[in-house]
C-alpha cells in the first residue's frame, strides 16, 4: 500500500497511507498534516490514476518540489522524494519495484550524517550501467526498515528495551549479520555490550573487534572494513585473526556532541559482504538511535531525580537493618505497597512505625497524591472527630468555619492513623464507617463525602487483647488489619545497632556540622548491650546528642547519657525477675520504673511520655499519682 514517509522536518519516521489518494499541507483536515510554516494550508495533493500515482500542487506559496524540481503535477515513482517547506518526504509506492514500471530505474539511499537524516533518491543508471541494479527490492526494504526504526524510537523509554528494537530493526534493514550495540559506562568510559543480537544470543557466541571499536570511538568516525582479516588497518589485531572476521561495520553513537557508544555489525557471509550503501544506511540509523538512547537516558535521570527529590522533600525513608524480622516485616509492606488494602502496623513505641507507613505509600500507586499523618493520642476525643472527618461553621463552641478533614486532605492518597488503639468508641463507630464506605459526614454536616483514601493504622497496644477486653471494636481491627505487620523491638534486632549508629551518625555529623567520624568501640558496646526501651527513636536521640556534646572526631563512653552506659537498669531488672515477691509487685515495680524512665527522656512532657509508653495521657496521670511521682 502506497505511504508517504517524513525524513526531515517536524515528524520525522511518520509515514501515512496514501494508497486511496491523499492531501498534505498544514490544516488540521489534510491527511497528511505537516507541522511546517513554509507549508501552505492546502499545500499539494496525491491521486492514483489507474496504475500510477500523481503529485499535484495546490497553489501552494512555496511551491512542491520533486527531485530537487519545482513541479504543478507529475507522477511518482519508487523513491521519489518530495520537498515541502522545510519537510522532506519520500514515497514508498507499497509494491515490488521489480513489478513496477520503469524498473531501470535504481533507488538508491543516503546519509547526511551531520544532520541525522537518511532521503531517498532516484538514480536514472541503468541495469546494465550498475551491477547493484538487482537490489532495488533491497532499497525498498530498506526504506520500509528505516520508516519502523523512526517509528520505534517514539514508542518506548525503556532504554533495555529500545536497544533491542535498534538493533534488531538494523539487522532486518540490512539484510544480513550478527551484531551488538555497546554504551560507555563508568568514569573511565569503558564500553559494555548493552544489547545483542538473537542469534548470537542463542549461540552463546558475540565475536567484536574492540580495534575497529577504538579506532571508531577514537577517531570519531564509521569504519567498513571489507575483508578485516586482510585489512592492513587491523591485520596485527589478534581478535580478529583468531575469530576470522571479514566483513566489519561499526558506528559511534552521539548525540549533542557527546559519544554514547557505538554499533558494531559483522557480516559471516564473507568478505565483500557490506558496501558502503550499507554503511551510509548504519550511520543514519545511528543518528536517529543516539539521539533516541541519549533521550531515554535522560528520561531515566529525571525519573531517579525526582524520586531523590521527594523523598528529600518527603524524608529519608530508608529502612536500615538485615535482621531477619525486620525483612519479614519489610517483605510484607512491600508487597502490600502495591496494592490498596488496609494495614495495621504493631511494635513498641520507637519502632519505626511511621517510616514503615511512609515507605508504604511512597511504593504504591498513590505516592504522587498526599501522605498525611495523625498521632491520635494527642488530640482529645472531640477534636479528633473534627480532625479526622472536619466540622460545619458552627458545629460546637470556636468553629467560626468550615474546616475540611484529614479524610479530604488526604483524598487520593494515604492516611496513617498513630496509635489508633487510644481512641473512643464513638470515634471507632465513625471511623468503621469511613474505612469500609470510604464516606461520612463532617461533625454538625448533613451532606455525605464520598474519598478514596488508603488508611494504615498503627498501635502500640495489644489491639486483639483490646478488642476481647472490650474496649475495641472487633469489627474496625478485622477492617484495619488485612495486612498486620508487626515491627520488632531494638532489642530482638541487636544485630542492626552498628549500622543503625553508622546511619544516624552521618545523618547528624552533616546536620549538626560537627567533624565527628566515629564512635569508639567501648561506646559502641554499651549501645548493643543497653535494652532501649524507646527502641531506634531512643538510639537516634542518644546519637544525636552525642554528636552535640562529643568534643572530639570520635563519640566516647563520657559523651553517652548515664542510663545507657550504666549498668543499673539491666541489674535492677535483673534483680526484680529472681525476686521472690508476688508477680503482681513485680509488675508495678517495672511499670513504675518505665514511667520513670519515659518522663525523664521527654523532659517531662506528659503527652510525649504517654505516647512513648503506649498509653493515654488520662492513664498516664492515674499512674504518677499512684506511684507518687514528683511530675
Known amino acids: 500500500m502506497a505511504k508517504l514517509l517524513i525524513v526531515k522536518g517536524n515528524g520525522r519516521g511518520t509515514a501515512v497511507d496514501v494508497g486511496g489518494g491523499a492531501t498534505i499541507g498544514r490544516g488540521a483536515e489534510n491527511s497528511l498534516q505537516l507541522l511546517d510554516e513554509r507549508v501552505s494550508k492546502e499545500h499539494a495533493r496525491i491521486s492514483r490514476e489507474g ?112 536497544l533491542d528494537e535498534i538493533l534488531g530493526l538494523t539487522i532486518e534493514a540490512l539484510g544480513q549479520g550478527d551484531g551488538v550495540i555497546l554504551l560507555q559506562k563508568g568514569e573511565n568510559g569503558d564500553m559494555v555490550p548493552a544489547a545483542v543480537t538473537v542469534s548470537a544470543k542463542e549461540a552463546e557466541e558475540l565475536t567484536i573487534s574492540r580495534t575497529i571499536i577504538d579506532q571508531c570511538i577514537e577517531e570519531n568516525k564509521a569504519i567498513l572494513t571489507a575483508d578485516a582479516k586482510h585489512d592492513p588497518r587491523f591485520s596485527k589485531s589478534q581478535s580478529i585473526v583468531l575469530h576470522g572476521l571479514r566483513s566489519v561495520m561499526c558506528v559511534p553513537l552521539i548525540s549533542r556532541g557527546n559519544i554514547l557508544g557505538a554499533i558494531h555489525i559483522e557480516s559471516s557471509e564473507g568478505a565483500d559482504s557490506f558496501q558502503e550503501e550499507d554503511l551510509h544506511l548504519l550511520v543514519a540509523i545511528a543518528g536517529q538511535a543516539a539521539v533516541a538512547i541519549d533521550n531515554a537516558r535522560q528520561y531515566l535521570d529525571l525519573q531517579e531525580e525526582n524520586k531523590e527529590l521527594r523523598r528529600r522533600v518527603k524524608g529519608d525513608l530508608t529502612i536500615i537493618g538485615d535482621s531477619p524480622l525486620l525483612m519479614d516485616a519489610f517483605k510484607i509492606a512491600q508487597k502490600a505497597a502495591a496494592t490498596d488494602v488496609t494495614i495495621l502496623l504493631t ?19 498513590r505516592s504522587a497524591k498526599p501522605f498525611v499523618c ?62 469500609e464506605t470510604k464516606t461520612f459526614k463532617r461533625v454538625g454536616g448533613t451532606q455525605t463525602i464520598s474519598v478514596d483514601v488508603r488508611v494504615i493504622a498503627a498501635t502500640s497496644r495489644n489491639l486483639e487483647e483490646a478488642v476481647a477486653n472490650g474496649q475495641f471494636r472487633g469489627d474496625l481491627f478485622y477492617r484495619l488489619s488485612v495486612v498486620g505487620i508487626h515491627l520488632p ?81 539491666a541489674l535492677s531488672l535483673e534483680g526484680l525477675a529472681t525476686s521472690e ?51
Not at 350 to 365: C, D, R, V
Not at 498 to 508: C, E, M, Y
Not at 534 to 557: K, T
Open 51 to 162: 496504475e500510477r500515482y500523481v503529485l499535484h500542487d495546490l497553489g501552494s506559496s512555496n511551491g512542491t518540489i520533486l527531485n530537487g524540481l519545482e513541479i504543478e503535477e507529475s507522477p511518482l515513482e519508487p523513491g521519489d522524494e518530495i520537498k515541502l517547506g522545510d519537510t522532506v518526504l519520500a514515497f514508498d509506492p507499497g509494491f515490488d519495484l521489480k513489478q513496477a514500471p520503469n524498473a531501470n530505474r535504481d533507488v538508491l539511499m543516503f546519509s547526511d550524517s551531520a544532520l541525522g537524516v537518511t532521503s531517498v533518491v532516484r538514480s536514472s543508471v541503468s541495469a546494465a550501467e550498475h551491477p547493484r541494479i538487482d537490489r532495488l527490492d533491497d532499497a525498498n526494504r530498506r526504506l520500509k526498515a528505516m520508516y519502523s526504526i523512526g517509528r520505534a524510537l517514539t514508542l518506548t523509554d525503556d532504554l533495555p528495551k529500545l
Open 347 to 365: 511494635g513498641e513505641t520507637g519502632t519505626g512505625k511511621e517510616l514503615f507507613a511512609a515507605f508504604i505509600h511512597e511504593n504504591s500507586p
Open 374 to 435: 495523625i498521632n491520635c493520642t494527642t488530640v482529645t476525643e472531640t477534636l479528633l472527630e473534627s480532625e479526622l472527618f472536619g466540622h460545619e461553621r458552627g458545629a460546637f463552641t470556636g468553629a467560626d468555619k468550615q474546616k475540611q478533614g484529614l479524610f479530604e486532605v488526604a483524598d487520593g492518597g494515604t492516611l496513617f492513623l498513630d496509635e489508633i488503639g487510644d481512641i473512643s468508641p464513638a470515634v471507632q463507630m465513625k471511623l468503621l464507617r469511613a474505612v
Open 489 to 569: 523491638p531494638l532489642r530482638d534486632r541487636r544485630g542492626d545497632i552498628p549500622v543503625l549508629i553508622r546511619h544516624f551518625l552521618k545523618k547528624f555529623r552533616a546536620k549538626i556540622a560537627r567533624n565527628v567520624r566515629s564512635i569508639s568501640s567501648e561506646a559502641k558496646e554499651a549501645l548493643k548491650k543497653y535494652s532501649w526501651p524507646g527502641n531506634i527513636r531512643e538510639l537516634q536521640n542518644v546519637i544525636e546528642r552525642a554528636v552535640v556534646l562529643c568534643d572530639g572526631p570520635e563519640i566516647g563512653v563520657d559523651s553517652l547519657p548515664s542510663n545507657v552506659v550504666s549498668p543499673s537498669d
Open 581 to 631: 515477691e508476688p508477680l503482681a509487685d513485680k509488675l508495678l515495680k517495672l511499670e513504675k520504673i518505665c514511667i520513670e524512665r519515659a518522663l525523664k527522656e521527654c523532659r517531662g512532657r506528659k503527652v510525649d511520655a504517654a505516647g512513648k509508653l503506649g498509653i493515654s495521657r488520662p492513664t498516664l496521670d492515674k499512674r504518677i499519682k499512684q506511684f507518687n511521682l514528683d511530675y
